[in-house]
DNA sequence: TGCACATCTGCAGAACTCTTCATATATCGA
DNA sequence: TCGATATATGAAGAGTTCTGCAGATGTGCA
């Protein structure tokens, strides 16, 4: 066992400068982060996956998820202010997009592993 | 605009109707949410993302994210419950590995994404 | 102009998350 | 067996997040 210059213990110090190295900066990380965090609550996934094929209104997305128009408006806000998604208006309508195709790759990746998942456990699929 | 079952107002039944037949169940969505969900947090994905090379210690995970060890134990523990790292113990240390293929698509996907930002974007990079 | 509709936004409460502190468990070496 | 080491765990507090509500904004139609 060592010591770094922190005075922490460390099992194999080599390895850890290595993973060091490599790793990203704290701010890819945190941006990133960001990302998956957005994808990680289950009311924006389904939004964010309704979008996979195209724009559609807010009302439309608020009947798809289940949410409030409210609670719809809130999260394309949030989408919206990290570019993950764009709109565009047309008259009283405001028509959502995911504009982000590093998000796009994640949802196409993470919708093909729900279907792949069914294929193994199809009793898991919905009824 | 019409009125759905439940006396919602659509734009685009029709879309509205594809899309639904085409997303995934909500088990489905939930369980993908968590996983981004998991991936969310900047110190647990560091924590995953130092364990994209192998399997590495408590305390060498702890100096890599400058996390506590209890709070890289708790870290670890989120992730074991769902079964994204997997652990070998030998003697006093726990080694943790990287342990589900779907989530390393998605370290995998992420990091090249942040590598090819700096490509584009230099002086993003950490000093 | 006035009203209805679609969406947006600020606020406040409820729920959840993450960290720290204190303590517990387990292993190793003397 | 005892003490040190490595990790795990429970509880609690600070901070964050999400939703509904109420009201604001902006558009279209009569």
Redesign the pocket.
Known sequence: ?QLDACNV?L?DPERVASVNARMPGEEDIADTADVF?LL??P??LKLLVALLDGEL???DL?AITG????????????LRAHRVVG?R??????FYRLDDAHVRMLLDLAVAHTEHTDAIHPERSEA
């Open positions: 066992m213990r099992v965090g990680g609550d009311r924006r209104c807010v009302c608020a949410l409030s128009e409210s609670a719809t408006s809130h999260a394309l806000r949030l709109v208006r047309d008259g009283r309508n405001a």
